[in-house]
Structure formats: structure tokens, C-alpha cells
């Protein structure tokens, strides 16, 4: 008899049967998820307000949080570093020839990034942030966009009643009037179909192709893909110098000679180094990117990459002959912001000892 | 005096000769030349059929002979910022058939590829459902399951070229898709597991799709096209999927653009509105020329391009018989045809596909001709079966203006010279 017994689930999908197709028998497959992991999971923000947490964030904490979290990546005033998106500026360029597309001239909701911050942001360091912190950095990404004044508090209160400059920017799609209609059979057309034929443009003046080993020169033509991938490099300047090979000041040489490996602890910091590979490479070719190359770093005298700009605090202690050693990275690592508090890395940290050492480990292993 | 190394020798040695040949476009000539007298490739006994070759488990796993080491997905490093955010190419000017491999079937992550093992891999059902469902893999492969081939495009494919012609290859400027056969179950069977009662009205509903990665690639997608024909797809072309595209599951939008497709899918959230996320209103929304943007263009139109000749695939063997072929799909049906140009859109003929068109997957099509030697505008444009015909560059920039990026599918012109090689090109409407 119990097996009869009519879940609530039953009778309301019998209610949908009747607007929808032949819904089939369920399976009884998978299980109830809790409340606490639907919680843990289900973060995303409607354009209504609809998920968000409650909480708050000053543009004056907003602007120290970004600083030490995003700034490496999109700059002190969200201007954007290199290639990485810009965030601030672009209003009223949307119909000019190259439109700058940012949160203050672009996005139509600030829900999207309340949302995407919470979820995706920082890279390499996703999900680690506090609703708080969050709130902070939307308020200040307001704030570069001259959106609020620098007194400004974002909550989950007054959230609704900022007004994104281009909230009204967006069409649905209308190709089905605009272009299926033109786009026919019946308009095509299949003899002399034009006079001439003249070659209007030419891929190889333009010399933008990947060589099958490396890369090409950008011309400053090539900018015109701007949006097409989401970070189109303006100058290939910063990526050409990166791969210069960095020179060693004389000291630490000796001390990275000397040291012995043990393969098997490397090994398995090269797993570790998946956390931190988002932003530094090391090894053959290696080459800065968000963060320096991490060749040799161990003996060296902080900030020894020479192309890459650190932060205040890396030069200081640069300028006082500051050496990394095991020990002091052991300790950098464990909690990077306790020892160098205005330090680029917005990594938390590694919490076990065991993964520090097979990290360190594995960049002595990989810079021999 | 091993074999490797005599192949590797007469590999390297055949591409040069290939290569010179087609510089000069004395190629007919040499190999007509070379039949004359014997061929020692069959005179002389070959090293293969002395000695013996490779053991059965030599490779577990194989891999494409080491001569095709030069089909392989490749990038554009200056597009982006980061290669763990950024996306490489299909070798598409190498393939034939409709199936991509994966192992070079084009890549797009937006925090990297992450390894999730299928025993530490969950999918969520919450939302407007009757009762909110965690699922693990073992779960999904005991519903009922379908196979079925879809191209998958990415929004910006081709889109470097829209303001003029830029990369000069169709592994570049076209490479951004692949089609596989996907085995999985249906969204719809998902959905109805769960119950879609507590709903009510589903005409107005949508369903939001989310990944497990770093990056939390999250998309909207009307509840119609997730109730049709969306996929939760655990083996694509017969096997596991590759880390690359979402290992152990991801989601599956046939005729939709490939952001949606979201990867290491972990949530499914029924929802009464869009989430306008990030990846649905900053990215992939189309600017037209007055300032205001198109979005929820999702379906990626009718499309071709000549694959071979092309710059990457040169005209090796001089005037004479040559195959002329290409791909073509379309999101919204079946091809129906696809017409050739060789004179730049002056005149078309019609193509023939090696089969008949399947819905949303590609096609694979063949202009059988002889080649005069004379330089050629090559172009290609696809039907499909809404009785829609791919336009031309100038005809979209004429609805969208200059700033449209996303959703190009325009027809692609490569100039092929009498030398054989050919070039990226664009020509006069």
C-alpha cells in the first residue's frame, strides 16, 4: 500500500501535464537536496534584487578591498592593466567607431556585478570573498564610474535604487524582422550578380597570424577585434618584454645552485601550484603574467624581476636587501597579507604546511 | 637504421618538396615527372616491409601518427590577457568528414579547465521545481539516454574579421566551433524528475545553468529551448569527454551559441525571469550602430566556409582535377544547400554535400572541379531549411553597423593565386 502513497509532487505534475506535452513517469533517481546545500550553492542575483544577501559596503572600504584584490588585474581606478577588462570610464561611446564597454557606459544591471563578483571574482581566488567585501567593491566600481559620491554606502536596502546609465541599451533580438526577412532564398542571387570584383582588404598587410611556433607582432589594426574575445591585448609591448629573460641579481645565483630536490615532495607541489598558476608561471619559458615568473625566487632578493612592477611594500624590502628563504616564504605563503600587508597577491594563502613545503619544493624544482 | 627515423626523415623531406613545389607551381610537373622514371618509393625494397612495426600495446591510448603532429588546436595569444582565460582553434583546415576530434576540437574556459573526478562530481535541480534533487554521475547514466550530433560555435567566431579581414587561416577565423556525437540524457527528463508543478505557467520560465569551475559560468535559458532539445551530455564521439569541454558532464544547446553550453554543469535552477548574467549582458550582446545592443541572440545563423583551398591548405598539385570543400551549419534546421564562388560572388553554382543535412550538426559539402591555374576568389554560402541564405559582410554590416562583433557569419572570401596558395581576403559588394 505505501508505495502508492501520493507524493505532493505527484499532483502538481499532473497540473503541468495539462499545459505541457507527455511528461514522463519519474525514476525516483538522485535525492532531496538540503536547504543548507541549495544555500551553499544557489548565489545567483536577478536584475530585481531577487537573491540578494543582506549586507553592506562603504565606497571607502570598497576602494582599500580592490586595491589589495583587483587593482593587479584592472587597475588602481578600474582603468584596466594591460589587456585585462577595464571596468570605469566609456560613457557615451557605445555608437562611436571603437566603443568602450564597461560597467558604467555598458552594463545594464548592477545586479550582474553584485553577481558575477560574488561568484567568478577574484581570479584565481573565486568564491572568497565576504557578501560584505562584495558590496564594498560594487560601491566603489560605482564610484569609478561616477556613478555615486565617495560617501556612498551600498546595501542590500537602497541596491535597487541605483540607475545604470544604459539600462534601457538592450533590444531583444530582433534578427526574425530585421534580417531573416532580407536574408531569403528569393533575394538570392546566382548569375551577375556584380560588375567587378575588387579586393577591397588583406589579411597578411595586417601580419596578425600566430607563426605555427609563437607569436607575431600586433599592429595596432589588430585592435579592432576588441570585444570579439573578452581581453584583446592594446599593445603587445608588455607581453614581448615579459619574455625577456630575467637577469639574476649576482648574489642568489649560488644559493639555487646549491639546493637539492626531493622529487617526490616536488611532485606534489606542482599540484599545489595549480592555486597559484592562475596568476605566476615557473619553469622553462616562463614568463610574467599577473604575477612575476617565480624562476630562481627562492635566495633571491625580493622583487628580482626586473619587468614586473611589485607592490610598495616589494620594493621596500627590496631596497633593504630583503632575501627570500625558505623560511620567510614559508611563512610569506602561509598568510601573504600578515607579512606584506600592501602586497600585489591577493591569494589568501595555503593553509596546511605540508603544501608549502611541497610548493616550495617544486619552485626550487622548477627554476633548476 | 631504425624505421623512425627513416620516416621522420621522408616526412620532413616530402613537406619540403611539397612546399617547394607549391611556391613555384611546378607541382603536376615534378610528380608527372618522377612516374617517369621508376619510383624508388616502389623499386627499392622499403624498411616497413622489412621489419617489423609497433606492438599492439605500444600506445593504449593513441594519438594521430606523429606526421599529422601539425593538426592540432592553436591560439592567438594576443586576444587575451591570460591563456587560462582565453580560447584556441579547431584545425578545421585539416579535418574532413563532420566530426571533430576532441583532442582538437577548440577550446574556451574562462578560469581554466579544472579535473573534477565524476566520484566528487553533483548536480543540483533547484528553483521552481517540485522537489530540489542532487544527482551524482552514477544517477544520470540510470536515466533513459539519447545520442544525437550538434555543432557546437562559439558567439565570437569569426568575429575578429568584422572589421576587415585579420587572421589568415580558417583554423582562425572559423575554427571556433566542432561537432560531435553527444551520448547523455535530456534536459527534459532532468526537469521532469524534479517536477515542474511548483512552475506553474512554463510559457513565461526560464532555467538557469551553472558550472562548477572557478569561473561560475552561469546562462539563462528559456524554458521552451530547455524543455526541447537541451542535453545533459556525459560522452561525446563515443568516449568520456575531455577535461577541456567540462569533463565528467556539461550541458548541451543545440543551434545555440557555446557560452551556453556551460561545462562541469553543477546547477540547474528553475527561475521566473532571466539572470541577466555577466556572460548575457556585457558579453556576447551585439552593439549596433545607433549605441543600443542586441541581446539574447542566442541561435548562431546559417554559415560555411571553404576549409580546403585555404591558407592554411594551399593548392599543392597545380591545374588540373581539384576538390574544393568546406563545412557549413546553421542553429536554426538543417542545411539545404551550399552554392560555391570561385570569381568573389560574381556568380555561384551549386556545391554537393557529402550527405544530407542534419539539424544543428554540420555539414560537410564538395565542389568536384578543375582548376585553370587562374587566381580565384573562392567563397562559399549556405541554405538552411527556414529558406534563410548566409549574407555577405557588407549585408550585415548594413542591419548591424560596424560594432556588431558577436554572431558574424558572413561569407568568407580567400583569394587563391595561381601559385596555389591562398590568402584572407575581402572584396567589393
Not at chain 1, 230 to 259: G, K
Not at chain 2, 238 to 260: D, I, T
Amino acid at each position: 500500500m505505501s508505495k502508492f502513497l501520493p507524493k505532493l509532487t505527484i499532483t502538481t505534475a499532473l497540473v503541468a501535464t495539462l499545459a505541457m506535452p507527455a511528461f514522463a513517469e519519474k525514476l525516483g533517481l538522485g535525492r532531496a537536496a538540503l536547504p543548507e546545500e541549495i544555500a551553499a550553492w544557489n548565489h545567483d542575483i536577478s536584475p530585481n534584487g531577487e537573491g540578494l544577501p543582506v549586507g553592506s559596503g562603504s565606497v571607502e572600504d570598497g576602494e582599500m578591498i580592490f586595491s589589495e584584490n583587483c587593482a593587479v588585474c584592472h587597475g588602481e581606478f578600474a582603468e584596466g592593466v594591460d589587456n585585462w577588462p577595464k571596468l570605469a570610464g566609456g560613457d557615451g561611446t557605445l555608437a562611436d567607431k571603437d566603443p568602450l564597454k564597461t560597467i558604467g557606459s555598458y552594463w545594464p544591471y548592477l545586479s550582474t556585478v553584485y553577481d558575477y563578483v560574488r561568484r567568478s571574482m577574484p581570479f584565481g581566488a573565486a568564491q572568497t570573498m565576504s557578501d560584505d567585501d562584495v558590496y564594498a567593491i560594487t560601491a566603489y566600481l560605482l564610484y569609478s564610474n561616477y556613478l555615486v559620491d565617495d560617501d556612498f554606502v551600498l546595501s542590500n536596502e537602497n541596491f535597487l535604487e541605483v540607475e545604470m546609465p544604459n539600462a534601457g541599451g538592450f533590444i531583444v533580438d530582433d534578427r526574425p524582422e530585421t534580417e531573416y526577412t532580407i536574408f531569403t532564398e528569393e533575394n538570392a542571387c546566382y548569375e551577375n550578380c556584380k560588375d567587378t570584383v575588387e579586393i577591397t582588404r588583406r589579411a597578411t598587410v595586417l601580419d596578425v597570424t600566430p607563426e605555427e611556433e609563437g607569436t607575431e607582432t600586433v599592429t595596432e589594426a589588430a585592435v579592432v577585434v576588441e570585444e570579439a574575445v573578452e581581453e584583446p591585448v592594446d599593445t603587445p609591448a608588455v607581453e614581448e618584454a615579459a619574455q625577456e629573460p630575467v637577469e639574476a641579481p649576482a648574489e642568489e645565483a649560488p644559493v639555487v645552485a646549491a639546493m637539492s630536490v626531493d622529487p617526490e615532495l616536488a611532485a606534489q607541489g606542482e599540484k599545489v601550484f595549480k592555486k597559484c598558476a592562475a596568476c605566476h608561471q615557473v619553469g622553462e619559458g616562463a614568463k610574467n603574467r599577473t604575477g612575476p615568473v617565480l624562476n630562481g625566487v627562492i635566495g633571491a632578493t625580493i622583487a628580482h624581476v626586473g619587468d614586473f612592477k611589485y607592490s610598495k611594500d616589494f620594493t621596500a624590502a627590496h631596497d633593504e636587501g630583503f632575501i627570500w628563504t625558505i623560511e620567510n616564504l614559508t611563512e610569506y605563503l602561509h598568510k601573504p597579507k600578515a607579512m606584506f600587508p600592501k602586497t600585489k597577491m591577493s591569494f589568501a594563502g595555503l593553509k596546511k604546511d605540508e603544501e608549502i613545503a611541497a610548493v616550495i619544493e617544486y619552485l626550487k624544482s622548477a627554476s633548476q | 637504421m631504425s624505421d623512425t627515423q627513416n620516416g621522420q626523415n621522408r616526412g620532413a623531406s616530402r613537406r619540403a618538396f611539397l612546399r617547394g613545389a607549391a611556391a613555384t607551381g611546378v607541382g603536376l610537373a615534378a610528380s608527372k615527372a618522377a612516374a617517369e622514371g621508376s619510383d624508388p618509393l616502389i623499386t627499392e625494397k622499403q624498411e616497413w616491409a622489412i621489419y617489423t612495426g609497433a606492438g599492439v600495446d605500444e600506445t593504449p591510448y593513441g594519438l594521430p601518427i606523429k606526421y599529422e603532429g601539425d593538426v592540432i588546436r592553436r591560439n592567438v595569444p594576443w586576444l587575451t590577457a591570460d591563456p587560462i582565460s582565453s580560447i584556441n582553434f579547431t584545425p578545421i583546415h585539416a579535418l574532413d568528414g563532420t566530426i571533430t576530434p576532441q583532442g582538437c576540437a577548440f577550446e574556451r574556459h574562462h578560469s581554466g579547465a579544472i579535473e573534477l573526478k565524476k566520484e566528487d562530481y553533483r548536480l543540483m535541480i533547484n528553483g521552481l521545481v517540485d522537489q530540489p534533487l542532487v544527482f551524482t554521475y552514477e544517477d544520470l547514466e540510470r536515466f533513459p539516454r539519447v545520442n544525437r550530433t550538434f555543432f557546437l560555435e562559439c558567439a565570437a567566431n569569426t568575429g575578429m574579421e568584422w572589421a576587415g579581414a585579420q587572421l589568415n587561416g580558417a583554423q582562425f577565423t572559423h575554427g571556433m566551433i566542432h561537432n560531435m556525437e553527444y551520448t547523455g540524457v535530456t534536459l527534459r527528463t532532468l526537469l521532469e524528475e524534479a517536477g515542474l508543478g511548483a512552475a506553474g505557467d512554463l510559457s513565461d520560465k526560464w532555467v538557469y545553468v551553472e558550472g562548477a569551475d572557478a569561473s561560475s559560468n552561469g546562462r539563462s535559458i528559456p524554458m521552451e529551448k530547455a524543455l526541447d532539445d537541451c542535453m545533459i551530455a556525459f560522452k561525446a564521439n563515443g568516449e568520456a569527454l575531455r577535461m577541456e569541454h567540462g569533463y565528467p558532464v556539461r550541458l548541451v544547446v543545440p543551434g545555440w551559441e557555446g557560452n551556453m553550453w556551460v561545462k562541469w554543469l553543477r546547477r540547474i535552477e528553475v527561475t521566473a525571469q532571466a539572470i541577466e548574467s555577466r556572460e548575457e549582458t556585457s558579453k556576447y550582446t551585439d552593439t549596433l550602430a545607433d549605441g543600443t545592443s542586441r541581446k539574447w541572440t542566442w541561435v548562431m545563423d546559417a554559415k560555411s566556409v571553404v576549409t580546403s583551398p585555404s591558407p592554411q591548405s594551399p593548392i599543392k598539385h597545380g591545374k588540373g582535377p581539384l576538390v574544393i570543400t568546406g563545412l557549413a551549419w546553421s542553429g536554426r534546421g538543417a542545411i539545404t544547400g551550399v552554392d560555391v564562388s570561385i570569381d568573389g560572388g560574381k556568380t555561384w553554382q551549386k556545391a554537393r554535400l557529402a550527405n544530407e543535412g542534419q539539424s544543428m550538426a554540420l555539414t560537410r559539402f564538395y565542389l568536384d572541379t578543375t582548376w585553370n591555374g587562374e587566381e580565384m576568389l573562392l567563397q562559399s554560402r549556405a541554405h538552411d531549411e527556414t529558406g534563410y541564405v548566409q549574407p555577405t559582410k557588407a549585408q550585415l554590416r548594413e542591419v548591424r553597423g560596424e560594432n556588431s562583433v558577436y554572431h558574424n557569419n558572413c561569407i568568407q572570401t580567400w583569394h587563391v593565386k595561381a601559385n596555389g596558395e591562398a590568402e584572407n581576403v575581402e572584396v567589393s559588394s
